[in-house]
C-alpha cells in the first residue's frame, strides 16, 4: 500500500469525528472501458480495475432493477482513497487474451472482481463473451502471479472453482514430471480428493472433487439482505481426513486476515447478501491442504521445479487459503460457512474473497441511482468500514 493509501484509510477507520481529508469531492462512479489494452498504461496504473463478469449483481426485490453494485465500489474507493476506477463489463465483450489482460491488471492499484447472476456450477448461465472457463481462467492467472485482489459474491465462488481448477492441473503437472517425488505429491492429492464428499443437510452433494458441485453447490436456504456476520467456527468434520483439518489449522493460526479480525472491532457487523449458493467448507479445506503439499514439495525439491517448464509456474502459487466469516439462521444454525475467505502467498502478498456485498447497504442502491452517502455516513456503514478494512489489507 502507497503511504498516502494507507494514511487516508487510517484516517477513515481511526478518527471519527474529522471532517473528510479530501474535502467535499463530487460524486465519480468510474469510468466504463470495453478494452483495457487501449488505456494507458500510466493510467491503469493509478487506477483501481473492477471487472464485472455480468451485467448487475442481482435484481432488487422492490422493483426487480438489477444492481450495478461495481459503481458503488468506485464511489467509496473515490470518496476514501481519491483513487479512479476503471470498469471492465467483460460480459460484454469478453477478454480476448486472458494473460495480457492479467499483466495489465496487476499495474493497478488494486483488482476488484464483482458478482453477477449466473450460477458457477451451470456454466450456460454464463455470457457467451466472457464464459465461467475464462472467468475462472483469469483468476488462475492472478493466483499464480501472485495478484492481491478482492472478489465479491459470483466472483467468490468462481474463485473456489478456480482453486480447485488450478489443483487438478497442478497434480496433472506433477505426475507427467516423471520426477519421483512430484509424482507421489500428485499422487496423494488425487487420492484424497477423488474420495472426498461434500455434504449438506439435505444431503451429499459431490462424492469427489471431480463432480460440479464440488467447490460450489446450493445453499441449505437462500441468504437475504441485512444479514449478521459471525466469525468462522472450525469444527471437526468426521468425513474429511485428519490431515487436511491439521494443514487448514496451521495456515489459519499463522495468517491474520482482516475480515476475521475486524469482526473484533464492529460489534454487530450486518452485511447484504442475496444468493441460493455457497463455497463447500469442505473444497476450502481440501484446497487449503493441497496447496500446502504442492508448496513444501516444489520448496524441497525447487531447483528441480525451476528447471521443469510445466513446474516453473507452480512455484509462485498460493500457499494456504481460510474460511474468514460465516451467516447464521435466525435460530443459529450455518447458513454460509463460506462467506469469506483469505488467500495466502508465500511473500505475504493476501487476497479476500466474499460472498456478500460490503459495498451495499440495505436499500441496494446503487451510485448512478443517486447513492452518494457522505464522509460521515459510510464511516458509521458496517459494510463500507468492512470493505475499507480489506482495502486496506490487499492495497
Known sequence: ????????????????????????????????VDDLSLVDPREIAESVVVIEPWEHVGERPSDQVGVIASENVAYVVDQI??????????????????????????????IVLEGGEPDVHVKETFSPAFPRSDATQLIVEFLLQQEPFIGICLSHQLTAQAHVELI????????????????AVSRRIAEIANHLKVEKSYGTVAES??????????????????????????????????EITEAYRVVAKRFDAIIDVALQY?????????????VSEESMRFVCWAYQQINHVITAYSLEAASTLDLQSLMTAPIGVEILASTHTQSGDPLCEVAATGIYWDNGKKALTTQFHPELDESLITASEGWTPSWEQMKSSDGIRLLARMLQSVL
Open 81 to 110: 482513497l481519491g483513487l479512479p476506477t476503471l470498469i471492465v463489463p467483460a460480459w460484454k465483450h469478453g477478454i480476448s487474451d486472458l494473460k495480457r489482460f492479467a499483466a495489465l491488471t496487476s499495474l493497478a492499484k488494486l
Open 1 to 32: 500500500m502507497s503511504k498516502s493509501s494507507q494514511v487516508l484509510i487510517n484516517a477513515f477507520l481511526t478518527e471519527r469525528n474529522t471532517p473528510n481529508p479530501l474535502g467535499n469531492r463530487s460524486p465519480a462512479w468510474g469510468r466504463h
Open 168 to 183: 487438478h492441473e497442478s497434480v496433472r503437472r506433477l505426475e507427467q514430471s516423471q520426477q519421483s517425488a512430484f509424482v
Open 266 to 278: 464492529e460489534n454487530d457487523l450486518h452485511i447484504q447478501a442475496f444468493h441460493g449458493n455457497e
Open 209 to 242: 472433487w471431480n463432480d460440479e458441485s464440488f467447490a460450489v453447490a446450493k445453499n441449505e436456504e437462500i441468504s437475504h439482505s441485512n444479514t449478521k456476520l459471525y466469525p468462522y467456527q472450525d469444527i471437526e468434520l468426521p468425513h474429511i481426513p485428519n
